[in-house]
């Protein structure tokens, strides 16, 4: 089993160090006390930060003898203190998506939304490369038949992945197998979902006029062939659409796109306690690292499907989200995420 380390989320806040209340420290200064505490830090990842908006109001190309504010200090070590806790050449936007995890403010939201964007891309390499293997590819799947064929596609992408506890196995199947709906729904033929109604049997006055049913009788003629209803069908969500409406977000409503980050992060890392770069460390074995990678796609691909539900669900954000009798929180949420997965 994999070493816990603390958890990424709301962990970011800078902490005040006992210089932080004013003061400067040289640009040289900083980087030796920094690399004695065991941070890799220079002059290119000063540019770096900077020029990605993480680090606001500075210069990109300072000389050594610059003097920089210590509460720049501390943001700088709250930074590089989730940079370490992820892979080694972890792209900014990928570390702008986990600091506003963490709880850090002054995030550029148009970072997180790219690596949203990236995430559903690579997951999208994942499906097609798993769907080849298939000897017999639908061209559409029904409600039933894409979380069955969800289902197997993500016991296939656990089966090497050793490293997870029971509780933490199930948990990652449930958000892989729903990651995988989200990817049908834009790749396939599909109809849009809906939402679970309650049908009463109940005998109405509509029900006895048989002049209203939507029954066809044998007296009536056939349909001619060019008043047939179409019968092909679109995939249920708009790739393009999602994606330009996930940008423009971004810019008009970034509060909204932070929180479904952090939301995502919270309802993962209270379903498992094991899951990849949330509380997690790597694993060692090989064969680990192929669903390793896959789960560390779905966090992004969790909050653009909260982002949804707080965009279509309206002032009933939270109310959908608590679960009924026969589901557990996390299979509620799930299930939410799925209903308003349309466009």
């Known amino acids: 089993m994999s070493e816990r380390i603390a958890p990424i989320a709301r ?24 690399a004695l505490d065991g941070y890799p830090f220079d002059l290119s990842k000063w540019e770096s930060l900077v020029n990605a ?6 210069p990109p190309t300072p000389s050594y003898d610059c003097q920089v504010p210590h509460a ?5 070590r709250a930074i590089l203190d989730i940079e370490r806790r992820l892979p080694v050449g972890t792209p900014v936007d990928k570390l702008a998506f986990y600091l506003a995890v963490a709880g850090m403010t002054a995030i550029p939201t148009m970072l997180v939304g790219s690596y949203i964007e990236t995430s559903f891309t690579k997951f999208f390499i994942v499906g097609d490369g798993m769907l080849r293997r298939l ?23 656990l089966r090497d992945y050793s490293v997870l506890a029971a509780r933490s196995y199930v948990a990652c199947r449930q958000l892989l197998a729903t990651a995988f709906v989200m990817y049908f729904r834009m790749t396939w033929e599909n109809k849009k979902p809906q939402p679970r109604r309650a049908n009463h049997r109940i005998v109405t006055p509509e ?9 066809k009788t044998m007296g009536e003629p056939p349909t001619p062939p060019d008043a047939a209803p179409a019968t ?9 659409r999602i994606f330009t409406q996930l940008r423009a977000a971004c810019a008009t409503n970034p509060v909204e796109v932070i929180q479904a980050a952090q939301d995502a992060a919270l309802v993962i890392s209270t379903a498992t306690t094991q899951y990849p770069e949330l509380e997690s460390k790597p694993p060692d074995a090989p064969k680990s690292a192929f669903a390793h990678w896959v789960l560390s796609l779905v966090p992004p691909i969790l909050a653009a499907g909260l982002y949804r539900v707080s965009q279509r669900s309206g002032a009933e954000r939270y ?21 308003y997965w349309h466009t």
């Open 11 to 34: 962990t970011a806040q800078p902490t005040p160090s006992a210089e932080s209340s004013g003061g400067f420290i040289p640009l040289l200064q900083l980087v030796e006390r920094l």
């Open 72 to 76: 720049i200090e501390d943001r700088i």
């Open 207 to 215: 029900f006895l006029d048989w002049t209203r049913l939507p029954v």
């Open 135 to 157: 000897e017999r590819r639908p061209p559409a799947v029904g409600a039933f038949g894409e979380r069955r064929l969800a289902d197997a596609m993500a016991k296939t992408v």
């Open 53 to 58: 908006g993480l680090l606001s109001g500075l």
């Open 319 to 339: 109310a959908n989200l608590i679960p009924d009798r026969k589901e557990t929180g996390l299979e509620g949420i799930l299930r939410t995420v799925l209903v």
């Open 232 to 240: 092909s069908l679109q995939p249920a969500v708009d790739r393009d």
